[in-house]
């Protein structure tokens, strides 16, 4: 099983659409959670943290469930400029010669259609 | 905020040959980068982790002797593929956090192609 799962996709969705993404992990240990967003040939970019509450960012929502071990991110009114890979990121804190080492989910797709 | 700058974005060489990327964090001091590959529709692969004065980790199967790391200084690291071969042909991106509790900022990374 993969330590970070995510539903590839592609989700092809209309302007204004509300689409949402989930994720599992796998190590109940995992200390902190992210979204990040990936543009085609481009670096990953940090859209938010996810927080044991929830928490809300414009149109992006960022739930975490620590007893199922998912996480989800929620987009509402969604804009051309929102297509982009969407990776689920956790922080496991696994010893790696470091404190910290994130694992990547594999990314899901989100095309925004006019 | 926190910037990382990566060096060069993008290389073209000969098989056989050496190529060096460099990281840089240009605001923050960072004693830990992390260095990743990411292949086409693939997602991003931790291949080791740099550590300023020390040696770097690996993960494994990430060679080395092949992807040599220095980082002599807390702003810089270096990735060196050695004796580069097509399949070293990749995305590769580096990262470094100036605060732990915070998210990682990655470089704009580098695409290698090896002919």
């Known amino acids: 099983r993969k330590e970070v799962e995510q539903d590839p996709g592609p989700f092809n969705v209309p302007e204004g659409a509300t689409v949402a993404f989930n994720c599992t992990y796998s190590?109940?240990?995992?200390?902190?959670f992210f979204w990040y967003r990936q543009d085609c040939r481009k670096e990953p970019k940090l859209l938010m943290s996810v927080y044991s509450s929830g928490n809300e960012d414009g149109r992006f929502t960022a739930q975490l469930n620590r007893a199922s071990q998912y996480i989800s991110l929620l987009i509402r009114d969604s804009k051309l400029s929102d297509s982009a890979t969407y990776l689920c990121?956790?922080?496991?804190?696994?010893?790696?010669?470091?404190?910290?080492?994130?694992?990547f989910g594999s990314g899901t797709q989100l095309t925004v259609l006019p | 905020g926190a910037v990382v700058s990566q060096h060069p974005s993008r290389v073209i060489c000969k098989s056989g040959t050496s190529v060096k990327i460099e990281c840089r964090s240009l605001?923050?001091?960072?004693?830990?980068m992390f260095w990743y590959r990411q292949f086409p529709k693939q997602s991003l692969m931790l291949m080791a982790t740099s550590n300023e004065g020390s040696k770097a980790t690996y993960e494994q199967g990430v060679e080395k002797d092949k992807f040599l790391i220095n980082h002599a200084s807390l702003t810089l690291s270096t990735l060196t593929v050695t004796s580069a071969h097509p399949e070293d042909s990749s995305f590769y991106i580096c990262?470094?956090?100036?605060?732990?509790?915070?998210?990682?900022?990655f470089g704009s990374g580098t695409r290698l192609t090896v002919v």
């Open positions: 190590n109940s240990a995992s200390q902190s």
């Open positions: 990121v956790v922080n496991s804190g696994a010893p790696s010669g470091s404190a910290r080492q994130l694992t």
């Open positions: 605001d923050f001091q960072a004693t830990t």
């Open positions: 990262s470094a956090s100036p605060e732990l509790a915070h998210g990682y900022t």
